[in-house]
């Protein structure tokens, strides 16, 4: 579990992936174990056994270290099972609802077993003064608009994908070494 996030809110939504994927009944069964890695330090995934791959999105796009980690080890992340996230929108309903332009590029990369699009947060207590600036001129709404169960429910879905391949196909899936 790797993701890019630059005021913790797309961290925030890794942690519980990787807490779900490991405490819930189908990856405790499967005794899966994951940690979410900032894709900012750098982590290998040549050692896991799958992966999940996200980013926060400005502008329409991942953020550079969660992009170029997933084409640094495009060969390792071709032989496992991968899913990538997108968090972001923001509002009731949030927008934009669209895939970032990264995913698509992505998927055509990387033998992707599914994408979600996940809502952020935005608090402009967190923010930069320029993008208080931005915020305040497009008057965007501000809010936790995240959805933990949606979230959750995700995760548990990863973790039955997971728990359903041959146990000794699996090492520690989505640990780091």
Request: with cysteine; hydrophobic share 45%; proline share 11%.
């Amino acid at each position: 579990m790797t993701a890019a996030s630059r005021h913790g809110s797309t961290a925030e939504i890794a942690s519980v992936l990787a807490a779900e994927i490991a405490g819930c009944p189908a990856g405790r069964d499967a005794a899966l174990s994951a940690a979410a890695v900032p894709a900012g330090a750098g982590p290998d995934p040549a050692s896991w056994d799958a992966v999940v791959l996200g980013s926060a999105v400005y502008g329409g796009r991942w953020l550079a270290p969660a992009h170029d980690l997933a084409v640094r080890h495009v060969a390792d992340l071709r032989r496992k099972p991968v899913w990538l996230f997108s968090s972001g929108p923001i509002g009731a309903p949030p927008f934009p609802p669209d895939e970032p332009y990264d995913v698509g590029t992505l998927t055509a990369l990387l033998p992707v077993h599914g994408t979600r699009v996940l809502p952020g947060r935005l608090d402009p207590a967190r923010l930069r003064f320029e993008e208080r600036a931005m915020v305040t001129a497009m008057r965007a709404p501000v809010g936790d608009f995240r959805d933990w169960e949606a979230v959750r429910a995700w995760a548990r879905e990863i973790a039955g994908v997971l728990a359903a391949e041959e146990p000794a196909a699996r090492r520690e899936p989505m640990t780091p070494a």
